[in-house]
């Protein structure tokens, strides 16, 4: 199996989540959203077909990471892959976060076994387009105030969008400020 990419894995990131962490950038996106900082990404016959095996092999390699987050593009478009990737993630006792311009309750009402499986090994969710009028510094690690943090699994449980709540420990200094979704 083979997972679009649109760039190389990112490793040592501290503006994408809690932590330091690795970012895998899919490629594919058709939210078109104003402004958006990476319009390279949107093509979904662009960037570089990748074998998941090697992809795995990379993660299986990384080390002082304490995540890994999916961007893009949007993951959402390869949900079957980024499963496969986020369970990996996963046994190696990592966490993972994950953007994506659908929102959580769209996701659900999708009803699609792979997003459920995708899902189901996310730990924080940034959902919702990047809305430019709403464009915001303050909200740490989302592009503008509509994109929501959530804790998946609470929300998977209560069916219901749990917020996920972060701590001023867990902010980086470095506010991100490059717009990803
Ligand atoms: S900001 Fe993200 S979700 Fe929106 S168009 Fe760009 S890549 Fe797609």
């Known amino acids: 199996m083979k997972i679009r990419l649109a760039a190389d894995l990112q490793t040592d990131s501290i503006v994408d989540g809690v932590g330091v962490r690795t970012v895998i950038w899919t490629q594919g ?3 078109n959203c104003p402004n958006c900082h990476n319009p390279q990404t949107h093509d979904f016959n662009g960037g ?19 995540g890994v987050t999916f961007s893009g593009g949007d993951p959402m478009f390869q949900a079957k892959e980024c499963s496969i990737l986020a369970k990996k993630v996963h046994e190696l006792g990592m966490n993972v976060w994950t953007y994506t311009g659908f929102t959580y309750e769209e996701l659900i009402n999708k009803g699609s076994k792979d997003i459920l499986d995708f899902l189901n090994n996310i730990d924080v969710l940034i959902d ?3 809305d430019p009028k709403l464009k915001s ?4 690690f989302r592009g503008s105030t509509n994109q929501r943090l959530i804790d ?3 929300s998977l449980d209560n069916h219901e969008v749990v917020l996920y709540k972060l701590n001023k420990n867990m902010i980086n200094n470095k506010k991100k400020e490059a717009i990803y979704i």
Do not use: M, R
């Open 152 to 154: 998946v699994p609470k």
């Open 29 to 31: 996106c058709s939210h």
């Open 48 to 66: 570089d077909l990748v074998e998941l095996e090697d992809v795995i092999e990379e993660i299986e390699n990384l080390s002082g990471q304490d």
């Open 128 to 130: 919702g387009k990047f």
């Open 137 to 140: 510094l303050d909200c740490p």
